[in-house]
């Protein structure tokens, strides 16, 4: 199947052409979601066997390109259009296209009846399209083209409800703001990719990466370039200081936010530092900065996430939180740790988003928690696989977001030290007390809803199904990254699978003694116990106590008026990046510049070329003689230059 | 082998023009028929000649040459008719002037221009040049109660065979001076005679008579006045294979000077058409009211472009040519198609103003013409893009980049009145209240040039390089 995996990306792009170009006269909406979920469906089948055959391979065999043909060529650059199939991209194939189906089937309940059936998934399918490039593509150029791809098609899915408002304003404000944050990070990628250029003289990965492991440590343009591609990842992924998008991101579909806001694109910034990771190994500078900052991002957005009321921006700071971890495991240098969380994340967050989508549908478009309460008795499919999912992400073993989250604990504790592991431990504590506040808020209790007039009800089939698929993936996922210290001999299967493609990166970074095993447990046993603690008071709270909860807010009202207005981010950038750039760019730029430059030379010269072209007309007289004329004296004129020139 | 299997393309069409003559006459449905059978022979021509490709030989004493680029261009001419004939189907029941000779005089145009891309002797590119402009002459007067057809057809033909002497003229004075007709000879023994003026005259008199041909300023006069008396489609055609054909014999005919270094003596007359047809078409073009005229001067501009390619006189250029020929002939197809369908009878819905608001009225055929007319400013990511990318590469490794500049200075130009239609099709409420009667295979033809147009335009580097390996 290696040498079809161009199918794995042109099914998508296949699916978005026919429901894109047929999809409004197809009446029936289950054609179009079929139409769309099959493309996906197909295309994890052609990564599935690609994945199989791999694993057939010996290990030094596993890295295989396969070529389609040269897209550009021009001087020293040589850009194919060709697919690199190797451990990484397998991985982050199966992730896309296998939860990809999966919401896909989820969204075909989620959007019936939605005047925009078919263009939902179209987009849908143009984004897996966008991110298989992204994942698959052998050089920086097609990256970057899968890059701009899901940029465009989150954008366009953010404010795919246009009509709809949206907190203060509406979703397209919301879409574009996540676009323009885009840019920003983009803005950095392209800066990366240039310099990668003129350093190698190529942007082909294999060369790249071959030239970068021959040269030697701490050359300070190693440092530019990760520092311009973090740049990129912290837009992509949502990390300080370019997380303000992803909130405002949860304006579309919920689905949406399921697959590009939490389990496939923000994780994109991940991906291209893990395969990267030569380059980041490289400028220890940038590698510490990429662990602070996701340690900073981590603790900040579960702050902010312990009071949000709003269902759906409790995840969305959630997700940024767990984007941290991830950019924590890379920074310290463990690549596959990161990989691993976004495999178990990418699992656990699609179920939590898909479930809170199961209760919004049901509550007509309520998101307020506020407002739900006691729904398990309505909805026990949908709660029994959201406690799970919450269990998962809060570290309890033996579910997936354990393992995950664990071995990136450890990992910061053995090569980071202490300080890391502290903040990262007590991050772990505030996510499960916020998963479970939202949880019990959520489906115990009492309904704080007027039950004459709602009628929740549990969602139909083609969603709950979707929701069991990924909560049996949920608890079984972190399986296959069992740490070393408690599967023995076979050593961490998940790390051993990456292993040889991380390996020229890890012997760059220096290597720290191995700690005991007992310190491991004894960490381990900590932070379960620390998140047990955390739930079991977040229930009590809650359930029992409510009244704890408002003492605490008015003992620090200050604190809380500040998390619930996120840290006054969004101004801050309001007043110091957005008013004045937005004042200047009006008085300057487009009342001067622009009015008077620009369009003064661009319309004098229009009006120019008119009154040359008007003019110039008239020798078109229609007169067969004269044209034979201008003929002649053409000739004439080539003779006589003919002439004089010997 | 025997030479004949070498000219398989040409024998398909010849057969085919021979057992077409025989349909028509002893059939009374061959209005049905004939479109039919001629898109075959087109079909199987121009896949034999892809089949024959990398048989490079010179046979028949040195006159013809087949394989390589030669076969390519046959490809090209033949798809290219072949489109062409899927839009004349319907565009023939709309006018109802359906005269039998059509389709026989499209496919004898074709193979007058198979022998111009093939010829290697004088004699042979001028026999090719015959057969391709008097068919020309006929089909651009074929609706003949038109009157505009009657003049376009009657211009055409005093100034082509004004043209034509000169090319005449040409070819005897390079026989006089080196006492040979065959190009293999001019090519080995170019340094030998380049100094000789009646030498140079006599091949700039050649390249003079092929202009006109190509649509290059100063005999360019013709071009707007033809295309638009003439039925659309065979404007479509005019444009695309008479101006390959004639750019394949400029090509053979100046070999020296594209490919060997230093000769190019030609340079300063080919940058001279190549600046004034650039920036004279994009500069008219934006003046006129009438699509097809637009579309001529664009015409005009684009054979500028293409000189560039000439005036570089490396194989860069040549192979650019080539490209951007195969780029042009489904572009221009597709055009001149789409202008063809929402074309109603007797001549309405012609001028510019009536693609206002086509996008509401029929949005694919509005879809396909921006695609067209995107690539045919230049715009990545279609064929067109490309097209101009590697002419002006080649001016600007012939250190001409002063060409070059022109040549993007003139597409910003173009892109004005390229764009313009876009604009009114998307962005304009229609004035006029007329109905466009669905064409399907009119569509179909349209379709298959814009998937070419996109697929050039995505993977230019396997179509160049299959050029450049031929064109050394």
Known sequence: ?????????????????????????????????????????????????????????????????????????????????????????????????????????????????????????AYLNLFIFAMMNLILGDNFVLLFLGWEGVGLCSYLLIGFWYDRKFEKGTTSEAAKKAFVVNRIGDFGFLLGMFLIYLTFGSLNFNDVFSRAVAMPIETSVFTFIAL???????????????????????????????????????TAGVYMVARCSIIFASAPAIMTLVAVVGLLTAFFAATVGLVQNDIKKVLAYSTISQLGYMFLALGVGAFSAGIFHVMTHAFFKALLFLGAGSVIHSMHDEQDMRKYGGLKKYMPHTYITFVVAALAISGIPPLSGFFSKDEILWKAFSSGGFGYWLVGAFTALMTAFYMFRLVTLTFEGKPRFDEHNVHPHES????????????????????????EIFSGEHGNVFENWLAPLFAPAQTKLMTYGNHSAFLEILLMAVSVIGAVCAILFARYVYLKNIRIAGKTVKASKGLYTLLLNKYYIDELYEAVFVKPIGRFSEAFLWKINDNKIIDGAVNGTASLVSVISNNIRKIQTGVAQFYALIMVAGIVAALFWLIISL | MNEFYYIIPFIILAAGILISLVIEMYFTSSEKILPWFSILTFLASGFSALFLVNNVKVVFENMLMSGGNVNFFIFIFNLGAALV????????????????????????????MSLMAGAKDLIVIFMGLEIM???????????????????????????????????????????GSMQNTSLEYLFLNFTKFNTNILFLAGLLFILFGLSFK???????????????????????????????????????????????????????????????SMLFGSIVAIAQTDIKRMMAYSSIAHAGYMTIGLASGNSYGVSGIIFYLAAYTFMNIGAFGIISIVEGKNDTNLTIKSYAGLANKKPILAG?????????????????????????????????????????????????????????????????????????????SVIIAVLFVILLGIAPNSVINLISYFAK
């Open chain 1, 1 to 121: 199947m290696i040498q079809y995996i161009y199918l794995a990306v042109l099914l998508p792009l296949l699916g978005f052409l026919i429901n894109g170009i047929f999809g409004s006269r197809i009446k029936n909406e289950k054609v179009i979601g079929i139409i769309g979920s099959g493309a996906i469906g197909l295309s994890f089948i052609v990564m599935l066997g690609a994945f199989f055959q791999t694993l057939g391979l010996p290990v030094d065999q596993r890295q295989n390109i396969v070529k389609l043909f040269t897209w550009i060529s021009a001087g020293g650059l040589n850009v194919g259009v060709a697919y690199q199939v190797d451990q990484l991209s397998l991985i982050m194939g199966l992730i896309v296209t296998g939860v990809g189906f999966i919401i896909h089937v989820y969204s075909m309940g989620y959007m019936h009846g939605d005047k925009s059936y078919w263009r939902y998934f």
């Open chain 1, 228 to 266: 311009f591609l973090f740049i990129g990842a912290t837009g992509k992924s949502a990390q300080i200081p370019l997380f303000v998008w992803l909130p405002d991101a949860m304006a579309g579909p919920t689905p949406v936010s399921a697959l590009i806001h939490a389990a496939t694109m923000v």
């Open chain 1, 460 to 483: 139909p089939k083609v969603m709950t199904i979707p929701l069991m698929i990924l909560a049996v993936l949920s608890i079984i996922g972190g399986f296959i990254g069992i740490p």
């Open chain 2, 85 to 112: 004939t899927l839009l004349s189907i319907d565009y023939i029941k709309k006018y109802h002037t359906y005269y039998g000779e059509y389709y026989i005089l499209l496919m004898s145009s074709v193979l007058g």
């Open chain 2, 133 to 175: 402009s008097v068919c020309f002459y006929a089909l651009a007067g074929i609706n003949r109660n038109k009157l505009k057809a009657n003049e376009a057809s009657l211009k055409y033909f005093l100034l082509g065979s004004f043209a034509t002497g000169f090319l005449v003229y040409g070819m005897a004075l390079v026989y």
């Open chain 2, 214 to 276: 190509i649509a290059a300023f100063p005999f360019h006069m013709w071009v707007p006045d033809v295309y638009q008396g003439s039925a659309t489609t065979v404007s479509a055609l005019m444009s695309t294979g008479g101006k390959a054909a004639a750019f394949s014999a400029i090509i053979v005919s100046f070999a020296s000077v594209l490919t060997v270094v230093n000769t190019n003596v030609f340079a300063p007359y080919f940058g001279a058409i190549a600046v004034f």
């Open chain 2, 368 to 444: 396909l013409l921006a695609i067209i007319m995107f690539s045919l400013a230049g715009l990545p990511p279609f064929a067109g893009f490309f097209g101009k990318y590697y002419i002006f590469i080649a001016a600007v490794k012939a250190k001409l980049t002063w060409l070059a500049i022109v040549g993007v200075i003139s597409s910003a130009i173009s892109v004005y009145f390229y764009i313009r239609i876009i604009v009114l099709m998307y962005f304009k409420e229609s004035e006029e209240d007329f109905v466009i009667e669905n064409s399907n295979t009119g569509l179909l």
